[in-house]
């Protein structure tokens, strides 16, 4: 048996083409001149058959197509997937069902065809309001074109969000302060508001190392992280996980699984799953490249690279990463169901006793959760409290 039938369980998909590379970006993607739609089509249905085996009986909450930039797959391709997938599984009336788009005027086109294949809420690769920075950032589309297809989306989409980056190079506090309270005007339930970092290997990882890239100093970036919370919260925008800003009921449901720590499928290049079977979870994943990947589906199903049960302590690690990003944090019912020991079992108390009398941490009779202050400087927080782990046995 893989769960109870009231299990609920989310399925991502990866579409890991590009237009062009962006030179902060370290996700699997790709450029490609030409892509056969038809051949994507079935390679994604069929993986996502062969997962659908492993969890019968659960129920689907959410579907997330993201990349990669999956408003460049044709809309019957999106559609084709939904309907399996509603085929596949028992589904929520009000399952969540995300796109994430780029706001060039190439694929607004393709808007209205997605939202009939049955996208209900939009994910907004928006990133800046401002044409030289958006230059900077390696993006395709222009200021205006953001808030143009903001606006469209709005009368498309059920749900509409937008990402945005800051910490950007030369930015300040006082510019970030006023693209913010635009961005309010524009925004509809939901802004995902992201710190510039710089990944190992991407463009911006070797111009910082040259000195080529000028960011914002410490006191700038603590200022703008300090900022863009009470502003939003003033707006009626609360952050309910460190990035992501929402009105209640605007949360992403999807990516609250993920934060939950709950069951997730994954199919698609270099996709990763988390899956509940036989009470053991399992994490998958799946061959990267893309091309190599289609071939192996389309010969035997799938392809995947790994399938296997995770460790306590990885289980640990990984539970306690997502859940302290999230403001309501962890409840202690929800790790022992997940790891099968209380966190009291687990954490050394003298050690949870440092991180909440620095005021870092918060913990209480119904959990635990990183504070305002922990919040940023969440990895520091992480790595303490995962390194106060009590021996096993």
């Known amino acids: 048996m893989t769960g109870t039938a009231d299990d609920d369980i989310a399925l991502y998909v990866h579409w890991p083409f590009c237009l062009s590379l962006c030179p902060y970006c370290d996700f699997n993607s790709h450029v490609r001149d030409e892509i056969d739609q038809g051949l994507w089509r079935d390679a994604l249905v069929r993986e996502l058959e062969h997962y659908a085996t492993q969890v019968p009986g659960r129920r689907l909450t959410s579907i997330f197509f993201g990349g990669g930039t999956p408003s460049l797959m044709a809309p019957e391709t999106a559609g084709a997937v939904i309907a399996r997938a509603r085929a596949l599984f028992t589904t929520d009336p009000g399952i969540e069902i995300t796109l994430e788009a780029n706001p060039t005027s190439a694929e607004g086109a393709s808007l209205a065809g997605f939202a009939d294949a049955g996208i209900n809420r939009l994910s907004l690769g928006i990133q800046a309001l401002d044409d030289a920075a958006l230059s900077a950032l390696g993006r395709t589309h222009s200021a205006d074109e953001g808030r143009a297809t903001i606006s469209a ?80 919260a003033a707006a009626g925008l609360p952050a309910y996980e460190v990035s992501n800003h929402a009105e209640p009921g605007q949360e992403s449901r999807h990516n609250l699984t993920y934060w939950y720590y709950r069951d997730y499928l994954g199919v698609g290049p270099g996709a990763h799953g988390r899956m509940t079977v036989d009470g053991e979870i399992r994490a998958t994943r799946q061959h990267r490249a893309p091309e190599i990947w289609a071939k192996q589906v389309l010969e035997r199903g799938h392809a995947t690279r790994e399938n296997a049960v995770l460790p306590r302590d990885t289980k640990i690690a990984e539970m306690v990463m997502m859940g302290l990003r999230l403001t309501r944090g962890i409840s202690h019912p929800e790790f022992t169901r997940r790891i099968g020991a209380t966190p009291d079992d687990v954490f050394a108390s003298d050690a949870v006793g440092r991180l909440v009398d620095a005021g870092y941490l918060d913990w209480d009779g119904s959990g635990f959760r990183a504070s305002p202050a922990g919040r940023q400087r969440l990895n520091a927080v992480v790595d303490a409290l995962l390194g106060a782990q009590r021996p096993v046995g």
Do not use: C, K, N
């Open 153 to 232: 989306a709005g009368e498309l989409f059920e749900r509409v969000s937008f990402d945005l980056i800051y910490g950007r190079p030369g930015q300040t506090p006082e510019a970030w302060r006023r693209e913010l309270d635009e961005a309010i005007g524009l925004a509809r339930g939901h802004l995902s508001v992201y710190q510039l970092t710089i990944e190992a290997g991407t463009p911006y990882f070797l111009a910082q190392a040259r000195g080529d890239l000028a960011l914002p100093d410490e006191a700038d970036g603590v200022a703008m992280f300090e900022d863009t919370q009470d502003t939003l």
